[in-house]
Each structure stands twice: as structure tokens, then as C-alpha cells.
């Protein structure tokens, strides 16, 4: 008999955490969030009734601590624990610690767990089952022999991933044997560090599929039901970026069929609660068991739209022994319209999908669209982000009648979404809905590699705008100073701003945004109009400008325009044309040399070193492998920026660094 419960403790933190929190208070429950030392001023600490400190910030002496969350449960007087997802909420060993104290884990079963976590295991179980799986290495031989061995069997390409996990953690595709040993070692470290288990699987890589999932709930009682399925084949790194429901390329048979697979696959192993069975669906429109996610997705929130349904608390009362709420035919004939949801994170596509870390300076969402649209988020105005989780900061979500209502109604949320202090993936999430690419639903897990203009925008449309931000980059900082100079010295008579005894004067200013420094010249025509001169003589007319709080007004030509604008000392943040840049004022500052020309290679984001590939004396070339960075779960390799003699490694392996540090230094021959 399934313990009855009051009290639920969220594992984990973030977004989800959040989401958890906020459900689970509006069913009535008390809610207990856990923190470490990064996380103490987070939103999710306030969400819940009450808060326990579980540790330091590095997610091994804090949330993938299980002593420490049973403690934490113990110490608030929680009857029950949700994992949300990452963590360890596919963890077997957590789902029985829990059991042992007595602790309700509201997931499946820790068998349950165990048998559809390791990839390899769960492979041989659908086999039997007779669902249908892609070929790869078989056999409990895990040496590199044995892998170049199935590799060159089953023909290249493959993919390597780490048995134990999923969420592209530990993946590799492999296009030749040549490749096959660096990326095995590769793939072990990342599983490793990730998972906790540096296991590896082989598959054949089916190219140009899509990646497919069927949302599947059990209970204690026998039911098994779907809802349907979500494409989730915009990936970059093998991790989602874009999810939708229903998949465009799925009709109501297929949607049949893989239901019915899905359901099968969770039979097998008894499965209660929330979980997905993911496949490969190639162009013939044959699909492949991949791997079953043992816990609630990130991408949930399409699924809850498309069926109106609250997912969390079909969890919430399955952990308490309830029958499922619904029969499988009363959600076919729930669904209606569409979903898209986006994954916004702080990183820079442009470079390679670089973490990045900072306190955010703003944070505005879209204003309530009732069902239409959905933010899930921790962010606020405030928030220190910092190296030692996920990048994935919210979920952007938008439903509507159809795909293109959706994908409409997406594109204006994202444009209503600014966040400011620490550079994100929103513009390049809007280029990804608004391509035709997109559009026309010429989409598969290589979308991205196929269409790696979206990276960036193209260059007629970032010449066409460039000249326009700058000069309202420079009118808003101007204006910017004379509102908090008349604030400072306590006068409201903003009417004379601007004002001058004699014939206007240019005010020169040197902006830099993107790493190229532009001059410009300023000069007022009245109290809210200015001539802007660029570098190249091109001149532009701001007339009407007015800045208020976060947003700034202005007309340019003859159309009325508003903008979003964040200040932190010289570096102005301008969300403008459906594009956030940032430009710094260079004005007053001094000249700086060409980064890592003098040989010194510097952090370029806080991390935590995973290893050092040469010591002090070796001869290196220009781009040689010195020091790998791990953060926010990527691991990055930094290289020598010129060619000569490692004079020093200032780092060892697991030691903490900050953006900027000096890590290595070479000498020029």
C-alpha cells in the first residue's frame, strides 16, 4: 500500500523546480526546496513553504547528494520527494535510499529505474518485447577494441553515448574509424563527470531521421496510457532545442502504432508514474527505440498544452496509489491544436555554444496570453548565474490552432522576452521559428548542420540594422546620462535637457559591440532629436526619443519604434529589430592589445579545470590542446594562441576558475 503523503520535497532546482513547487502548492501540499550556496537567494527557494540548505555549489557536495536530501527531507518533516529531472532523478540508488527512510519517491520504481537506465540493458529488453531498435554493439564487451570492431561491422556513421544517461551528455557521432578512439575517450570523461558512470554504447547512426518521443503515464493498478507524441528534432549537440506537439510527420496511424509501442515498453518493466520512450522515426517513416526517460522531460509543457493536462499532478496522485485520472480514449480526444516550446539558455550560438555566466541585469517575459502562452523560468532582475549547472535558464512555450498559429504566436513571445547582463540563445530561437526551413517542417536531427545561417543573422539583415542601433545606441546612452544627471541633482525640469547657450556641438563617442570599435558623433537638434554621424560618414536622424525605466521611444524616418534598453556602467544592453546587442563605451578608455597575442591564455568562462593536456617545457603549435574547461556540463578545450614553449600551467585538474583567470602561458621561440 502506497504511502499517503502531505509534504513534498523538490530535489532539485532551477525552472523546474519552480514549476514543481508552484503545482504541487496549488493541489494543496507543503512545499520544501533544497539550496546550496549558489542558489540561496533563488526563486525557488521562495516558492516553497519552507527551504533547507543542503551544501557548497558544485552539484556533487549538494543535489547529487543523497544523504544530504534525505537529511534535508527528514530535518523539514517532507513525507515525499520529487525529482524533477537532471540529478538525480533517474537514479535507482536515490529511488531505494528513499524507500529505506521511509520517503515516498514520486517516480517509478528503483527496478524500473535500473532497467531502463542503462541503455545497453534496456536495448536487449525491447528487442525481446519486439519493439523495433537500431543496430549497434552487442555483447558486454565495453573495450575500445570491441567498439572499432562493432563500428566497422555496422558501418560508419555511429554514435557513441554513455549507457547510463541521456540529454546529449556523453554523445558523440563518429563519421570514421580514425576518429572512433579520441571520441571514445571523449565520450567516457563527459559520462563520467555527468553521470557518474563512464559506460559507453555503439549504434548505427540513422541519418536524416527525426527524433520522436510518446509521453507514457502508469499507475499501480495496471494502466498504462500515451499522449501522443513530441518532435523534438531541432538539436544542437545532440541536446533539443525546439519541441513540438503533435510531430508534424506523424498521422494517426503511426501515432497508433508508436503509442502502442511506447506502452509496451513500459509494461515490460512495470512502470508507474511519468515517463518517455524516445525513437528514431526515419523519412520511410520506420522508427527505432532509442531510450526511455524515467522521469518527467523538459519538454513537457507541449504535451500539457496540446492535451490540457497537468502532468505534475497525474505524478502527485499516482504517488499517493490513485488511479489514472483519464482512459487512453479520453486523451486521444482531448488533443487539440499545437505546441512549440523553446529551450532559453545563456550561451552564444555564434561561438560554438559557449556557456556564459553573469548576474542578470533585466529580465521582462511576455505579458499574460491566458492559454496561449506559458514562461517557465526562475529568472528574475537580479539572478547570478553562475558555472555550475545547466545552461537552460526557461522554457518559452506557445499554443495555438495549428503548427503556423503556434509558430506565430512563438515568434511574438520571444520578441516580448528580454534578458539582459548575460548573452542568451533568444535571437537565434526566433531565426530558427521564423526560417522557412522551419516552416515548411524541413526539419530532422541534422536541421541545425543543414542550416548554420541561423546561427547568426544573415548580412543583409545585420547591415540594414547595424547603422540604426548604433546611432540609438548612442542617443540612449546620452539621454540615459542626462536623465540620471538631472535625478542626481534633483531637478525635474527635463525640458531643458539638451539645452545649450551657444550652436550645437558634436559629442563624440566610441562604441564597441561585438569586438569592432565604431566612432560616432553626436549632435542634438532640439531637446529628443539628434543627428547621429558614423565612422564611414553616414548619417542618420533620431527624432521623439524618450527614456522610461527599461524602454526606450523613438521615430526613425517616419516610423514610431520602441525599444528595450539595460545599463551597467559603460555597457549598454539594446533589444531593438528583433535583435539584443550590447555595446560598451569605449570613449575614455585606453587602447587594448589583441587578445592572446602575448601568449597568456585566460578563462574565458567560469568552470572547473577537467584536465591539463601539456606541462611546463613542452613545445606546442598554434592551436594545440592546453586545458579543458568543464561548465554548465560542456567541456571546453582552450589552445595555445601562439606557437612557442609552455612556460607556465597555472591550474590542475578539478580546481575552480573564473572568468579572465590566467591559466597557461607560452613563450614565443
Known amino acids: ?40 537567494h533563488a526563486l525557488h527557494v521562495r516558492e516553497a513553504h519552507r527551504a533547507v540548505y543542503i551544501g557548497p555549489a558544485p552539484a556533487a557536495e549538494s543535489y547529487l547528494s543523497i544523504p544530504r536530501l534525505i537529511a534535508a527531507a527528514k530535518e523539514a518533516g517532507a513525507d515525499a520527494v520529487h525529482p524533477g529531472y537532471g540529478f538525480l532523478s533517474e537514479r535507482a540508488a536515490f529511488a531505494r535510499a528513499l524507500a529505506d527512510a521511509c520517503l515516498v519517491f514520486i517516480g517509478p520504481d528503483a527496478s524500473s529505474i535500473e532497467a531502463m537506465g542503462n541503455k545497453s540493458a534496456a536495448k536487449a529488453r525491447m528487442t525481446a518485447a519486439g519493439v523495433p531498435c537500431v543496430p549497434g554493439l552487442e555483447g558486454d564487451d565495453r573495450t575500445d577494441a570491441a567498439f572499432i570492431e562493432a563500428a566497422q561491422a555496422i558501418g560508419f556513421p555511429v554514435m557513441v553515448k554513455a549507457a547510463a544517461g541521456g540529454g546529449g551528455r556523453g554523445m558523440r557521432l563518429v563519421q570514421d574509424a580514425a576518429a572512433l578512439s579520441e571520441n571514445l575517450r571523449a565520450a567516457r570523461s563527459e559520462a563520467q563527470s555527468a553521470f557518474g558512470s563512464g559506460e559507453l554504447l555503439l549504434e548505427k547512426a540513422v541519418t536524416g531521421a527525426r527524433h520522436v518521443e510518446i509521453q507514457i503515464f502508469g499507475d499501480r493498478h495496471g494502466n498504462v496510457v500515451h499522449f501522443g507524441e513530441r518532435d523534438c528534432s531541432v538539436q544542437r549537440r545532440n541536446q533539443k532545442v525546439v519541441e513540438e506537439a503533435p510531430s508534424p510527420a506523424v498521422d494517426e496511424a503511426l501515432r497508433a502504432t508508436m503509442g502502442a509501442a511506447a506502452v509496451r515498453a513500459a509494461k515490460v518493466v512495470n512502470y508507474v508514474g511519468a515517463g518517455t520512450v524516445e525513437f528514431l522515426l526515419d523519412r520511410d517513416g520506420h522508427f527505432y527505440f532509442l531510450e526511455m526517460n524515467t522521469r518527467l522531460q523538459v519538454e513537457h509543457a507541449v504535451t500539457e498544452m496540446v492535451y490540457g493536462v497537468d502532468l505534475v499532478a497525474w505524478q502527485l496522485l499516482v504517488a499517493q496509489g490513485e488511479s489514472l485520472p483519464l482512459s487512453q ?37 511576455p505579458p499574460d496570453r491566458g492559454r496561449a502562452v506559458r514562461v517557465d523560468t526562475h529568472l528574475e532582475t537580479g539572478t547570478i548565474i553562475g558555472p555550475f549547472y545547466d545552461s537552460m535558464q526557461a522554457k518559452i512555450i506557445a499554443h495555438g490552432a495549428n503548427r503556423d498559429a503556434a509558430r506565430a504566436i512563438l ?4 520578441a516580448d522576452t528580454t534578458l539582459f547582463g548575460v548573452t542568451s540563445n533568444r535571437d537565434f530561437l526566433a531565426r530558427i521559428i521564423a526560417s522557412d526551413a522551419f516552416g515548411a517542417d524541413d526539419v530532422a536531427t541534422d536541421f541545425l548542420a543543414r542550416n548554420g545561417s541561423l546561427l547568426g543573422p544573415d548580412a543583409s539583415t545585420r547591415e540594414k540594422h547595424r547603422a540604426e542601433r548604433l546611432a540609438l545606441a548612442a542617443v540612449t546612452l546620452l539621454a540615459d546620462d542626462g536623465l540620471r544627471l538631472a535625478q542626481e541633482h534633483g531637478f525635474d525640469e527635463t525640458d531643458l535637457l539638451g539645452w545649450q547657450s551657444a550652436l550645437p556641438m558634436a559629442t563624440p563617442l566610441v562604441l564597441s559591440s561585438d569586438g569592432i570599435e565604431t566612432t560616432v558623433s553626436v549632435i542634438p537638434l532640439d531637446r529628443a532629436s539628434y543627428r547621429v554621424t558614423l565612422g564611414d560618414g553616414h548619417a542618420l536622424d533620431v527624432h521623439a526619443v524618450e527614456t522610461a525605466g527599461t524602454s526606450v521611444r523613438y521615430t526613425q524616418g517616419t516610423v514610431r519604434k520602441t525599444a528595450r534598453f539595460g545599463r551597467a556602467g559603460d555597457t549598454l544592453w539594446l533589444d531593438a529589430n528583433g535583435e539584443i546587442a550590447t555595446y560598451v563605451d569605449r570613449t575614455y578608455r585606453p587602447a587594448e592589445t589583441t587578445e ?21 617545457g613542452e613545445t606546442v603549435a598554434k592551436g594545440d590542446v592546453l586545458v579543458v574547461v568543464e561548465a554548465m556540463k560542456l567541456e571546453l578545450e582552450l589552445t595555445a594562441t601562439i606557437a612557442g614553449t609552455v612556460a607556465e600551467i597555472g591550474v590542475r585538474a578539478g580546481e575552480q576558475v573564473a572568468t579572465g583567470q590566467v591559466l597557461a602561458r607560452i613563450d614565443a621561440p
Not at 502531505?6 to 526546496?33: D, K, P
Not at 523553446?342 to 550561451?347: D, F, I
Not at 591564455?601 to 611546463?616: E, L, N, S, W, Y
Request: overall charge positive; hydrophobic content about 40%.
Open 596 to 616: 592572446g597575442a602575448d601568449g597568456i591564455v585566460r578563462a574565458t568562462m567560469d568552470g572547473k579545470i577537467v584536465r591539463t593536456a601539456v606541462a611546463p
Open 411 to 414: 515568434l511574438d513571445a520571444l
Open 1 to 40: 500500500m502506497t504511502k499517503r503523503f502531505r509534504s513534498v520535497l523538490v530535489a532539485n532546482r532551477g525552472e523546474i523546480a519552480v514549476r514543481i513547487l508552484r503545482g504541487a502548492r496549488a493541489l494543496g501540499y507543503e512545499t520544501v526546496a533544497v539550496y546550496s550556496d549558489a542558489d540561496r
Open 329 to 365: 480514449d479520453e486523451i486521444t480526444n482531448r488533443r487539440h491544436g499545437h505546441a512549440i516550446e523553446v529551450r532559453l539558455c545563456t550561451e552564444d550560438p555564434a561561438k560554438g555554444y559557449l556557456p556564459q555566466t553573469g548576474t542578470v541585469l533585466q529580465w521582462l517575459v
